[in-house]
């Protein structure tokens, strides 16, 4: 719940990538807050980049696997109010397991998260301006952002006859 990484593609990239990362980021929540309070600054943040970026479809990876409960239900809880945040938007909400998004960008199911991380830039077209001039992909699409685009490029190689208007 403390960090939230979102990332907006766009299907047909240039240069022979899969598609064109438009932006990325992570939300931020302090742990000093309620978690009241952190879920609603997810869901109000969300919906601002819905918003800003026009999205037509989410796509999130599901809780697999937690050895802490306690911050098991909390990654629960911010995955509930990442749907009914889409849901409130009239946007449909994709789920996909880590070992779909391994085996999706990767093709095996135990991959490291370095490896999808690497994927994921090879698969992706990124314009310096879509994630901010100073800094390039390699440094914004790291950790959770380059979950939340794993996960988006899994969605979009499930679906590939689908068609967004």
């Not at 929540?29 to 919906?47: F, M, N, Q, W």
């Not at 980049?49 to 050895?67: C, N, P, T, W, Y």
């Not at 440094?139 to 490029?153: E, P, V």
């Amino acid at each position: 719940m403390a960090n939230v990484g979102w990332a907006v593609l766009r299907k047909g990239g240039r240069e022979g990538r899969e598609a064109e990362l438009m932006g990325c980021g992570c939300i931020k929540t302090k742990p000093a807050e309620s978690s009241a309070e952190r879920l609603y600054l997810i869901d109000s943040s969300l919906g601002k980049l819905i918003d800003k970026f026009g999205v037509k479809e989410m796509a999130v990876e599901s809780l697999f696997f937690a050895r802490n409960v306690k911050s098991a239900m909390q990654v629960a809880e911010a995955i509930g109010v990442i749907k009914v945040c889409g849901a409130r938007q009239k946007i449909r909400v994709f789920d996909y397991t880590p070992l779909q998004i391994k085996m999706t960008l990767v093709g095996y199911g135990q991959a490291e998260k370095r490896q999808v991380e690497v994927m994921v830039r090879n698969f992706l077209f990124c314009k310096a301006e879509s994630v901010g001039k100073k800094k390039g992909m390699d440094q914004m699409l790291t950790g959770h952002a380059s979950d939340a685009a794993a996960a988006g490029l899994t969605h979009l190689f499930t679906n590939r006859d689908l068609v967004i208007e």
